[in-house]
Structures are given as C-alpha cells and as structure tokens.
C-alpha cells in the first residue's frame, strides 16, 4: 500500500475566550494557516489536490463548508476545493485520517488539512440548540429510535465525566492536581520556546492566551458546573478557546516530484465507537483496538498526546494502558492550552509532530473522545 507523509505542521496561538482572537472571523482564522502552509513550502498552491478542514457548529462565521471558504479567503487559488469535516470534537483528527486514506489510496498526492473553530463568536452547542425554532429540542429528542434504544439517558459531556470519575474512583482532588500540572507544563513550554516553531502568530497574539497561573486553592473554591456533577468544574475541563491548525498531507511521489523532506509516516489510522451516553469513554477502547490493529504495544510508543475535554478521561485512559504520565501531554492539555473543538486534532498531531522532533522519539500516539462516543487513534512514525 502507497505511504501518506506529513511534511509540515503549524498552527496559531490558542485565544482565550474574549481575547486576542475573539475578533477575528472564523474563516480567516482558517486562511490564516492555509496561507502560511502554502506559503512555508515549495509546492504551486494551485497544484494541492483537497483541503479537508475539521469545524463544529457550522453555523455563522463557520457556516458554508469552512475549507472552501478559508482557502479562498486566504487569496489561494479558485481551482482547489475543500470539505468541512464533523466528526464532533474529532474532526480535524478525522480530516487527516481522510486526507491519509486520499493519499494511501492513490487518488490524491498533495493534501492541506487542518481545523477551526471561534468558540467565543460560536459557542460551543450552538448547532445543537439551533434546531429549537424549527421543533427540536435536541438532536436526539424527538427521534423513536434513538429514544427506544437509549431513552432519556443525558447525552452531556459532564455527566459522561462525572460518570467515568465515580467509575475509575477518580475524586475531585486528584483531577485538581492533573488540572494543576496540565497548566504547569504548559506554562513551562512556553518559557522554554516548544511551540515557537509551530505557532504562526496573529494580530499580535504571539503565544497561547489560556495558560493560567493558578493554585490548588484556588481550584478547590470553584463550584461545579452543575450541582448534579459535583465533580466537574471549570478548573478540570477543557477551555474553549480559538484557534487554528494546519498540516501538509503528501504521497511518495509529491516528495519526489516537489523535493519536499518528510517529517513523519502515518503509521495507522483508525476510530472506534463506544456508548454515547458514556461518549468520553471511547479512548480506551479505541486505543486498545488500535494497537491490536496495528501489530504494537504501548511500551513501543515513545509520546502520547490524549485531548483533556476533562481530567477523568485521561486519568481512566491512563489506569487501563497503564501508560506513564511522564510521557504523555509533556506539554499540557486542553484544560491548560484550551480545546478549540473543530481545530483540536490538527493542534494535538502539531504539537505532537514536533515533540517528537525535538525528544528524538519514534512512535506517537493521538487520541481523543468525540460526540457520539467515538475515538480516532493516530500513530505516526517520526523520520529523521
């Protein structure tokens, strides 16, 4: 089977909510990255085959296939199309396994693929909720087959997180602690300089905005998002935030023919389904699917890079693998650097191709709980 090469891998600063972002409009967040991944490398724009962009809520600024438009916002070429992926939380990981399958398949060779997301002109849920003056007071509600099979099971991400804490015996405290160090690592890596090669700035924002210096005190006086999840507060989930991402997907025969260096091989791609009403679960089936698809065992990947939409999904996925903290989100997670839905893949695969580079490992592994209790897993093969 033909390989599919990841030859570069940026993104912009992560915005907080209300901050230096907020006002940029979602598709040029999107071009924003298409125009530096054209302009960084040495392929014509008008010779690049796709664009598949991940996006949640469609609607507004994201609306009217956000690949397309960003791309051409970017002032790149009319003759490359583009298609906006959903895959819930997982749709720019998916954008890049389709852009794999395009290249392994030998139908395309030159791919740009990535994701965005304005949370703070969008709100996360927005689409969920726009059904209501239509009739639809979700998506699932007034379905006959989805109330016989689940009925009025809550499809809610906290209580999905709540669920898998009191499951894993994980308590309010030990999240606190993960939520602490997911900020401490990634103020440190900021310190450091580990995402200056990747991050391409904007509008002056030149560094990820979410880090926050907190304390373990402080976290402890924050009330839960829900009573009815006493668990979960703001302190041990994701941010929203916004943001953008972009890689470069190529065949065998475009690094031939445009003298490109490969910085990675896509080892293997694959996404399982789980319960939805325990949706944020799906990682650890997922990845033990994974491994078994691909021949591996944890002990062969060097980095793990896991979405923390909560501190009890990593914390559970990392009781069943059995895999070290040490090496996974070396850099923080999404409760420090914030989880820009529909760009979140694309930023995770940035930050973990270029840890990678700079650690000398091998093998990484992405993964990440998506609406609908579904989990893609990435692993890619670092080359020198």
Not at 215 to 231: G, R
Not at 261 to 279: F, N
Request: charged fraction near 20%; charge should be negative.
């Amino acid at each position: 089977m033909a390989e599919a090469y990841i030859v570069d891998a940026l993104r912009s600063p992560t915005g907080r909510r209300k901050g230096g972002l907020s006002h940029v409009h979602a598709i040029d967040l999107g071009a924003h990255v298409l125009k530096a991944l054209v302009e960084r490398n040495s392929i014509p724009a008008d010779e690049y085959d796709d664009v598949i962009f991940g996006c949640v809520d469609t609607i507004g600024s994201q609306a009217g296939d956000i690949a397309r438009t960003s791309w051409l916002a970017a002032g790149l070429p009319l003759n490359v199309a583009g298609t906006t992926v959903d895959r819930q939380c997982g749709s720019s990981q998916q954008a890049l396994h389709f852009a794999a399958q395009a290249v392994m398949s030998g139908t395309q060779d030159v791919i740009a693929v990535g994701g965005v997301q304005t949370m703070t002109q969008i709100p996360i849920s927005a689409a969920m909720l726009a059904g209501q003056p239509y009739g639809f007071t979700t998506p699932f509600a007034e379905s006959k087959g989805w109330q016989a099979r689940f009925g009025d099971a809550p499809v809610n991400q906290f209580y999905a997180a709540q669920r898998i804490a009191d499951h894993w015996g994980i308590s309010r405290a030990d999240m606190e602690a993960f939520a602490l160090e997911s900020h401490r690592r990634a103020i440190a890596a900021i310190e450091a300089g580990h995402f200056e090669r990747e991050i391409v700035p904007l509008e002056g924002v030149i560094r990820d905005e979410t880090p926050r210096q907190t304390t373990l005190e402080k976290m402890a006086e924050l009330e839960p998002v829900d009573p009815t999840y006493p668990s979960i507060t703001a302190a041990v989930s994701s941010q929203t935030c916004d943001a953008s991402a972009a890689l470069l997907v190529v065949s065998e025969a475009a690094l031939k023919r445009y003298n490109l260096t490969p910085r990675a091989r896509i080892h293997h791609i694959s996404v399982c389904g789980d319960d939805p009403i325990w949706h944020l679960r799906a990682p650890i089936p997922a990845t033990q699917a994974a491994l078994k698809k691909a021949g591996m065992s944890m002990d062969q990947i060097d980095l793990v890079e896991i979405n923390e939409a909560f501190a009890s999904v990593v914390m559970s996925w990392l009781q069943e693998t059995g895999y070290s903290h040490d090496k996974t989100n070396v850099n923080g997670g999404a409760i420090a650097l914030g989880h820009p839905l529909g760009a979140t893949g694309a930023r995770l695969m940035t930050g973990l191709l270029h840890e990678l580079e700079r650690r000398g490992g091998r093998y990484g592994l992405q993964t990440m709980c998506e609406g609908g209790g579904q989990a893609n897993v990435t692993i890619i093969e670092r080359l020198d």
